[in-house]
């Protein structure tokens, strides 16, 4: 089995799936051990399909990419997590994303496109693992709408607020993360065509629509709207953008797994 | 005077930045199926000022391209309100500078400001680039030849074409295709003379012109398509200054912000610990 054959990505799902069977056995150290195990096989298939576009970029690869990206965002809160049971909810809701998310991959990729020409260039390599990234961190902040919402609507609005704080802070990262994807993409588009914008993908719609989104939520506090439900609820319907707009689009049609 | 105040105010209220954001998203979703469906109609955006595009595919297609219409008047929308707002908050902070106080600090607090004001920097960058830029498709030129740049006494030539064809095992549809090419060119403009190397994103500028290389032959060793030749386009982007200009403010004032809020993320750490 070669390191880009999706039956490495294929046993990268079942530990997430594993990690997540084990958070909700109520387990401690299982999650992380089964949860570092696959991201370091989702790593090794990422270096394999790199490897096997390399110098040009593997652009059509975000279902296997975005996954990395989030399960590091899912450790960090996991290995973080002093033993409340928030955020053992949230993780177990991150680590139930995940597994969907990796899953998805499997059946429906989207890697019979082969990379071209014009990616051979950094920023288009920042530009798609920014972005990667920068979804990975957004469904963070999702995982967190989905276990605070219900608790905020019972609590203060002080107290709400002090629940969400590392609900933003996740907002504020993806924001920088898709700002730098942003503009690595215009740069590149500008060295490729002579234009930061070009007309000829709708991607360009859903990436700005995206950017408005992250913009809306991080000027949300400084509203009337402000209570911690209220913005809960925005980054769950935020969440469904990203899916719709910008996660769906990077699947493929289903295709049963050819595992070697 | 209190009516202009209140109209200040208004223009700058975060509410109304809330109420734009929204409208863009929602317009910008159905930009995209439009984008998805009829993308033949936003194509020439690409090569004609929009202007030009407006009168002629816009006009014609109004149901396809009226959300560009829409966006292009929030967008103007939130430029102002984003002036009004941030300048507001500047002026503020500014006032309330207490003597002594470190610069510095004053600098992070400015941070997300200097965000703002990027974005209308590029705004800016935007409006100017799709007024005035010219764009020149189809500039085919054979190694050894030479083509005039129109109304101007600018002269292109191709010195040479490299081509690097890929012959390695790791990347096997990749056997015998280009991997990368090189144009040498000899740009004349009056009495100046520069010469460039010219590659796939690695455009060849001498001001007012930037010249891209959109497509070279031959694409591969064994193909039957054996001329040699690239394909140019030459733009003249005024616009494009400002554009980057706005973008390096944004990144800084990005890096700015990330400090200092990394920073007090780690004071209060410690203040638990």
């Known amino acids: ?260 | 005077m209190n009516g202009l105040r209140k109209i200040w105010y208004w223009l700058g209220d975060i509410h109304l930045t809330v109420v734009l954001l929204l409208g863009m998203m929602m317009d910008l979703a159905v930009g995209y199926g439009r984008l998805k469906t009829h993308v033949y109609l936003f194509h020439p955006l690409n090569d004609t000022g929009f202007v030009k595009w407006a009168c002629t595919y816009g006009k014609m297609n109004l149901p396809q391209t009226a959300w560009l219409f829409i966006l292009i008047f929030l967008m103007a929308a939130l430029a102002v309100n984003t002036f009004v707002c941030t300048t507001r908050r500047v002026v503020v902070l500014c006032a309330r500078r207490k003597k002594g106080k470190a610069l510095l600090r004053l600098a992070l607090k400015l941070a997300p400001h200097l965000m703002h004001y990027a974005v209308l920097v590029m705004l800016a960058g935007y409006l100017v680039s799709y007024l005035f830029s010219q764009t020149l498709l189809s500039n085919i030129l054979l190694p050894g030849t030479a083509l005039s740049i129109p109304g101007t006494d600018c002269r292109v030539r191709l010195d040479r074409l490299d081509i690097t064809y890929y012959s390695g095992n790791r990347l096997d549809y990749m056997q015998n295709r280009a991997i990368d090419a090189v144009a040498t060119l000899t740009i004349r403009q009056g009495r100046r003379t520069q010469s460039g190397r010219l590659g796939l994103n690695r455009p060849v500028l001498c001001y007012p012109y930037s010249f891209h290389l959109q497509r070279f032959s031959p694409r591969s060793k064994d193909g039957f398509l054996k001329a040699t030749y690239i394909n140019l386009v030459i733009k003249k982007d005024p616009g494009m200054k400002f554009y980057f200009t706005g973008m390096l403010m944004f990144v800084a004032g990005l890096v700015m912000y990330l400090y200092d809020w990394f920073t007090s993320f780690i004071a209060g750490r410690r203040k638990m610990a």
């Open chain 1, 1 to 260: 089995m070669q390191f880009s054959s999706l039956g490495i990505f294929f046993l990268a799902a079942c530990f997430y799936s594993g990690a997540l069977a084990a958070s909700v056995g109520g387990y401690r150290r299982m999650p992380r051990v089964l949860l570092g195990a696959g991201l370091w096989l989702n790593l090794v298939f990422l270096g394999g399909r790199y490897r096997h576009a390399w110098p040009m970029t593997p652009l059509h690869e975000g279902a296997f990419f975005m996954p990395f990206f989030f399960g590091c965002a899912a450790a960090i809160v996991l290995f973080n997590g002093r033993r409340e049971q928030k955020i053992a909810a949230v993780s177990g809701m991150a680590l139930l994303m995940l597994s969907v998310f990796a899953w998805t991959g499997v059946f429906f990729p989207r890697d019979y496109y082969l990379p071209f020409l014009q990616t051979r260039t950094i920023f288009a390599h920042l530009f798609f693992l920014f972005g990667a990234a920068g979804k990975g961190c957004f469904f963070m902040v999702a995982a967190y709408a989905v276990v605070l919402l219900p608790i905020c609507r019972q609590a203060e609005d002080s107290a709400g607020a002090a629940l969400l704080r590392p609900m933003h802070r996740w907002t504020v990262l993806s924001f920088a993360l898709w700002t730098l994807s942003i503009f690595s993409g215009a740069l590149w588009s500008y060295l490729g065509w002579g234009s930061p914008v070009v007309w000829d993908d709708p991607a360009i719609a859903t990436a700005m629509g995206t950017w408005m989104l992250f913009s809306l939520l991080l000027h949300l506090p400084l509203t009337k709207l402000r209570s911690a439900s209220g913005r809960a609820f925005a980054a769950l319907g935020g969440a469904l953008w990203i899916l719709i707009f910008n996660w769906l689009p990077e699947l493929g049609q289903w295709s049963f797994p050819k595992l070697l």
